[in-house]
């Protein structure tokens, strides 16, 4: 064979391709465009039910606008980011999640705020662990919850006032996590300038932590505490200021 010959059988062979039959991929592109005008020219898809769960303090007004924005809608390109826009701007709204259902449901799941303290502003108003003031509506009416103070009502609008709420908060957290019982030992957390003082519930004991290393200085508290339940009654004053002594008086 000569060279010149080898070289056409090879191209003749190489330019054999496989080719797929025309009737069953025209048959599944007819199927494909039918299950496409089903989901989007035809009412099998469209939104005919909104429901909400959590929250009930949410205006209604809200929801119900929420609900005609949706309903009739497709529910396979349904948008939803407006209106969780919409309900998470109500304060006491922590997170919204919307979920479809089928053929014709869209399920909309709020999660309310929790408050874990009370602040004393000017009245007295319940604020979550991120420092969110929560609206009247809204509030439990929980008076076991302890007490923040010395945080003016025009400085929560100030940087200063914000960084001082969630310095109190964050003394909240740490109390929390040591296994105190904030609503049972907890009445007050006082602000006073940088610093940070405590007020057992009962007792009416002043705990003084001073203005930083609040962790280390919860922790002291937890073991001093464990000493003083072996003793009648607390003392007017725990200092816990100083990094090595403790100060009962």
Do not use: Y
Not at 47 to 58: E, K, Y
């Amino acid at each position: 064979m000569k060279f010149w010959e080898s070289q056409g059988m090879a191209s003749r062979g190489a330019s054999r391709r496989f080719r797929i039959p025309r009737r069953p991929l025209a048959g599944a592109a007819a199927a494909l465009a039918a299950a496409a005008a089903a989901v989007f020219c035809t009412g099998l898809f469209t939104v005919t039910t909104v429901r909400f769960h959590g929250c009930a303090s949410v205006p209604e007004d809200s929801l119900e606008i929420v609900r005609i924005g949706l309903i009739g809608r497709n529910l396979a390109t349904l948008r939803t980011g407006w209106a969780r826009e919409r309900l998470a701007s109500f304060r006491e709204v922590e997170s919204v999640r919307f979920a479809r259902r089928p053929f014709h449901t869209v399920e909309c799941r709020l999660v309310k705020r929790e408050p874990v303290a009370l602040l004393a502003a000017g009245s007295l108003m319940e604020v979550d662990r991120e420092g969110v003031v929560l609206p009247p509506r809204a509030g439990r009416g929980d008076i076991d919850l302890p007490v923040i103070t010395g945080i003016g009502e025009r400085s929560l609008g100030r940087e200063a006032g914000r960084r001082n709420l969630a310095r109190a908060l964050e003394v909240l957290r740490l109390i929390r996590a040591e296994g105190f019982s904030p609503a049972k030992q907890v009445s007050e957390i006082h602000v006073d300038g940088d610093d940070i003082d405590l007020v057992w519930t009962g007792s009416g004991t002043l705990i003084r932590l001073g203005r930083d290393e609040h962790a280390s200085r919860v922790r002291k508290l937890k073991a001093v505490n464990t000493v003083l339940l072996d003793r009648e009654g607390h003392p007017e004053i725990i200092d816990l200021r100083f990094n090595r002594q403790v100060i009962i008086r």
